[in-house]
């Protein structure tokens, strides 16, 4: 019998360009490392008013560097990103509030489908350029992800629950108290032993206190099973 799985947290949220990337590398190994990742929507505005942090692109030499480092990072993960026309409004101004409640609304009842409508929702921000504030936008993104419409609709009239709201809070306060001042957080459970590792270029030193061999951010599938 072989070693169970480890338990991998990763806290998001798709108003941050670099948890898309560390989501997409993840999900590239869920099936290649030994672990058992679990996605967890947060809300990046509550960490970084907790911990008294401030978005980078508020300062002008992290906002150049912010262009460069994404078209970077871009061809080298091999991930669609592209910075919005209306940055500050997109990103400073909108939020993404009611994005992150569909997304705890989704893990609460189709946990399923909880990646698939996250990609579609960082496609529509950090890809296309399109909304994902308005109620229509986030119900094309859960559609285009796979949902039926009325899936969709049921979910999106939950974002206002107590029970929507009291997660996303309580998920956003998790991150906080392994230590979080920004996102993408990845937690690692092993062996008794809780690793809090912040950023999307932390998965070489996953794969170190995971055991586990590093492949690059573009791993070779597995192979199929007969």
């Known amino acids: 019998m072989g070693a169970l799985p480890r338990t991998v947290e990763l806290f998001y949220d798709v108003l941050s360009p670099y948890s898309w990337l560390g989501f997409e590398v993840l999900c590239r190994y869920k099936h290649l490392w030994n672990m ?13 008013k907790d911990s008294g942090n401030s978005p980078p692109a508020l300062l002008p030499r992290k906002a150049q560097y912010l262009n460069v480092d994404l078209k970077n990072l871009r061809e080298h993960l091999q991930v669609p990103i592209y910075i919005p026309k209306d940055f500050f409004n997109v990103i400073l101004q909108k939020g993404s509030l009611s994005a992150m409640r569909f997304l705890t609304a989704v893990n609460l009842e189709y946990p399923e489908m909880l990646e698939k409508v ?8 950090w890809s296309r350029d399109e909304d994902i504030t308005e109620p229509q936008s986030i119900l094309a993104a859960a559609e285009k992800a796979g949902m039926s419409a009325e899936q969709a609709t049921q979910l999106l009239e939950k974002i206002s629950t107590v029970k929507v709201k009291t997660l996303l809070r309580e998920t956003t306060e998790a991150a906080c108290r392994y230590g979080a001042f920004g996102l ?24 170190h206190l995971l055991g586990e061999k590093w ?7 597995p192979a199929a099973k007969l």
């Open 118 to 125: 996250s990609r579609e929702l960082w496609m529509r921000v």
């Open 215 to 221: 492949m690059g951010p573009v791993p070779p599938a």
């Open 184 to 207: 993408p957080v990845t937690v690692a459970h092993v062996d008794d032993q809780t690793h809090m590792l912040f950023g999307s270029d932390r998965m070489e030193l996953l794969a």
């Open 36 to 48: 058992d990742l679990q996605l967890r929507p947060s809300l990046i505005a509550g960490i970084m």
